[in-house]
Nanobody, 121 residues
Framework: QVQLVESGGGWVQAGGSLRLSCAAS????????MGWYRQAPGKQRELVAS???????SYLDSVKGRFTISAANAKNTIDLQMNSLKPEDTGVYYC???????????????WGQGTQVTVSS
């Protein structure tokens, strides 16, 4: 089992920046993909950004050009740099990891507990 711990959330004014970090409890040998999701009150959880083991990234259209996802420390950590934040970015942000044994594809999914991001005008 892998535990994910998020940090970096907080309260920021519109136009400001935050950097979220998700640390895994151990090195992720069978890393497939990792990502950041968010959930606003009354809305479904949505994928904000993801990164594949090969390094390719993808983003929700509304955050393109403002957010950057990256992996570091031998895939022990994924970060989400958020710039030019808008009130619409407010929500609980969760990190997610898809992990599979290297010899056989049997994916397992892990979630952090979430960190609150609040953007005010």
């Amino acid at each position: 089992q892998v535990q994910l711990v998020e940090s970096g959330g907080g309260w920021v004014q519109a136009g400001g920046s935050l950097r979220l970090s998700c640390a895994a409890s151990r090195s992720i040998l069978g890393f497939v993909s990792m990502g950041w999701y968010r959930q606003a009150p009354g809305k479904q959880r949505e994928l904000v950004a993801s990164i594949l083991s090969g390094g390719r990234t993808s983003y929700l259209d509304s955050v393109k050009g403002r957010f950057t996802i990256s992996a570091a420390n031998a895939k022990n950590t994924i970060d989400l740099q958020m710039n030019s934040l808008k009130p619409e970015d407010t929500g609980v942000y969760y990190c997610n990891a898809e992990i599979s044994p290297v010899l056989e594809y049997k994916p397992a999914y892990y979630w952090g507990q979430g960190t609150q991001v609040t953007v005010s005008s």
